[in-house]
């Protein structure tokens, strides 16, 4: 028969266990939550320093784009004086070389007015000189 009363024994196992539970209790369950407190902070520290870490990487890019677009809108400037200065140039270059090709054509035209009129006068010489010629063939004698 099964006897549910207890015994000296029992007082026994329960010393037994007391004992146990202190003896684990310093030497396996405090050292073990002492390891996950230490690496829970460690956790925290990590978290703390990745929090920083983005956000110092936030604060770095915005200044890098503000920086890239700084750059580029003074590069655009740049470039647009830049074609500014080469339009006017350009320009310049070619007002000069109409002005010398006007220059040029006029003292051209000029040239070709005296050879005209050259030709015209030596023309009327030798109109003169054909027609007394035709008109002494014609008449058979020589005209004044």
């Known amino acids: 028969m099964?006897?549910?009363?207890?015994?000296?024994?029992?007082?026994?196992?329960?010393?037994?266990?007391?004992?146990?539970?202190?003896?684990?209790?310093?030497?396996?369950?405090?050292?073990?939550?002492?390891?996950l407190e230490a690496r829970h902070g460690q956790t925290?520290?990590?978290?703390?320093?990745?929090?920083?870490?983005n956000e110092e990487t936030a604060r770095l890019l915005i200044q890098y784009e503000t920086h890239i677009a700084e750059v580029r809108a003074k590069g655009s400037k740049e470039?647009?004086?830049?074609?500014?200065?080469?339009?006017?140039?350009?320009?310049k270059i070619v007002d000069a070389a109409r002005a010398e090709a006007e220059k040029t054509l006029e003292g051209m035209r000029g040239d070709i007015n005296h050879a005209m009129k050259e030709a015209t006068l030596q023309m009327r010489q030798h109109v003169q000189e054909l027609s007394r010629d035709i008109?002494?063939?014609?008449?058979?004698?020589?005209?004044?």
């Open 44 to 53: 925290d520290k990590l978290k703390d320093t990745v929090t920083s870490l």
């Open 79 to 91: 470039r647009e004086r830049l074609v500014t200065e080469a339009r006017d140039k350009q320009h």
């Open 135 to 144: 008109v002494a063939r014609l008449l058979e004698r020589k005209v004044a």
């Open 2 to 35: 099964i006897n549910l009363t207890p015994d000296f024994t029992f007082f026994y196992m329960l010393g037994i266990f007391v004992v146990v539970l202190f003896a684990l209790n310093a030497l396996v369950f405090q050292p073990t939550l002492k390891i």
